[in-house]
């Protein structure tokens, strides 16, 4: 069996990164899998491999924490292009759903697994908390995409945090309270 290589190219829209994809390219080189990484302005955009479009994953924050800074950057200055950050990266996050048995969930790419189970750190922290910090900035379907997935999560937490931990089974209760009246804000 021949080895294969898992290989991550940061920059990859650059004329660097578009050079060593073709290198990978024109060379065969044995890979496992291959990622390409870009900066905010490029995440989301996907390039040609081996007859494949591959995605260009945002490099620094990731979606969700873009997200929270540009909350937190049009509360300190005030400037409209936060905003604009902010939906952009909520329609690529919500866009990113998937319909499961359990209802619409994200799909965790975490550590070269990927999962559909979505723990309090990476599907609530992670997804839903930086969409309810921008709630009035999502349209009304995607508020509605929100309240479908994380009425889908709190179902699945509820029962496994409130047996270990009752002081977060509390927190997760308010959580879901505040969803059901974030309209009435």
């Known amino acids: 069996m021949s080895k ?15 050079e060593f994809l073709r290198c990978l ?3 065969r080189f044995p890979l496992s899998e291959l990622r390409l990484f870009a900066s905010v302005r490029s995440a989301g955009k996907a390039l040609a491999f081996r007859g494949s479009a591959l995605p260009v994953r945002e490099l620094m924050w990731g979606m969700p924490g873009s997200m929270v800074a540009a ?6 200055t005030g400037q409209a292009r936060w905003r604009g950050l902010f939906e952009v990266q909520a329609a690529r996050l919500l866009a990113e759903l998937e319909d499961t048995p359990q209802g619409r969930l994200w ?3 975490l ?21 309810l910090l921008g709630w009035s900035w999502l349209t009304p379907a995607q508020q509605a995409a929100l309240r479908e997935v994380s009425d889908v999560l709190l179902d699945h937490l509820l029962p496994i945090v409130s047996s270990r931990d009752e002081a977060n089974a509390g927190r997760l209760q308010m959580a879901r309270a505040r969803l059901g009246q974030v309209d009435r804000c």
């Open 4 to 18: 294969t290589y898992r290989v991550a190219i940061v920059g990859a829209t650059g004329a660097v990164g578009v």
């Open 25 to 27: 390219e024109q060379r």
């Open 71 to 76: 909350v937190h950057m049009a509360a300190m």
């Open 107 to 109: 799909t965790q790419d």
């Open 111 to 131: 550590y070269g697994q990927r999962d559909r189970f979505l723990g309090p750190v990476h599907g609530f922290a992670g997804n839903v908390i930086p969409l």
